[in-house]
């Protein structure tokens, strides 16, 4: 993996157009792309294959839960579209019937521990008893007892997640804020620099760039800080 490699972009945006526009304006800098709900449902799906014709990477992030059989059925499809990497949330039984969906493709399964813009209050008032690290690094080690490809985490836990599973797995990071970024609306964040060096493979960046003057600068700014923590 390039220090591009890692760098993962999400198309945030209203409208394939959009998404077309802020590709081409990012140009050969950047290899991978997430896309999640808001373009999905306005035709990313199509513009999946789009994305691979110009031999780029593609994480789908749609966050699957639902009843075995369901999840089994829609990651097989998902393997047919020829993306990289997917996620679903990371309870047991979701993740046993993706993997037994995804055996022998090089779909990569991420499960989803606890969104970066959570904290501890706000798990408390969903239900859960666990505090955020801990539910993480338990719902990481099941991932990696089930075969999962990887998991999505912040990278204040990458440190503790990396100790625990399978050193082949992915450690995927939202919550990326190059340093004097806004935070917005995350809540557990971390500079570029100090979540590779805690153990991240992946970090998904996407206001700090999208929103910027210029984004293919931006965008080669952390990549530069990416190969400098390696």
């Known amino acids: 993996?390039?220090?591009?490699?890692?760098?993962?972009?999400?198309?945030?945006?209203?409208?394939?157009?959009?998404?077309?526009?802020?590709?081409?304006?990012?140009?050969?800098?950047?290899?991978?792309?997430?896309?999640?709900?808001?373009?999905?449902?306005?035709?990313?799906?199509?513009?999946i294959r789009e994305l691979r014709d110009m031999g780029?990477?593609?994480?789908?992030?749609?966050?699957?839960?639902?009843?075995?059989?369901?999840?089994?059925?829609?990651?097989?499809n998902i393997v047919k579209m020829g993306v990289q990497m997917t996620t679903l949330h990371a309870y047991p039984n979701a993740m046993k019937a993706a993997v037994k969906a995804a055996?022998?493709?090089?779909?990569?399964l991420l499960g989803v521990t606890?969104?970066?813009?959570m904290d501890d209050d706000?798990?408390?008032?969903?239900?859960?008893a666990h505090e955020a690290k801990e539910l993480v690094l338990k719902?990481?080690?099941?991932?990696?007892?089930?075969?999962?490809?990887?998991?999505?985490?912040?990278?204040q836990e990458s440190a503790g997640i990396r100790e625990i599973i399978n050193p082949k797995m992915a450690i995927v990071t939202p919550g990326i804020r190059p340093a004097g970024s806004e935070v917005g609306d995350q809540k557990r964040v971390m500079t570029p620099a100090d979540a590779i060096k805690a153990g991240s493979t992946h970090l998904v960046v996407g206001r700090?760039?999208?929103?910027?003057?210029?984004?293919k600068k931006s965008?080669?700014?952390?990549?530069?800080?990416?190969?400098?923590?390696?």
């Open 1 to 47: 993996m390039t220090p591009k490699d890692r760098l993962i972009v999400p198309l945030d945006v209203a409208t394939v157009m959009d998404a077309e526009a802020m590709v081409d304006t990012l140009g050969d800098t950047v290899s991978f792309y997430k896309i999640g709900h808001q373009l999905a449902f306005s035709g990313g799906l199509n513009f």
């Open 56 to 76: 780029k990477q593609v994480f789908l992030d749609m966050k699957l839960l639902d009843i075995d059989n369901t999840i089994e059925k829609g990651v097989e």
């Open 103 to 108: 055996q022998g493709s090089d779909l990569c």
């Open 114 to 117: 606890v969104l970066t813009s």
């Open 122 to 128: 706000d798990l408390k008032n969903a239900g859960y």
């Open 139 to 155: 719902r990481a080690q099941q991932a990696s007892d089930l075969g999962m490809g990887g998991v999505v985490a912040s990278a």
């Open 208 to 215: 700090p760039i999208t929103a910027a003057d210029d984004p």
């Open 219 to 230: 965008a080669q700014n952390i990549i530069d800080e990416i190969a400098n923590a390696l």
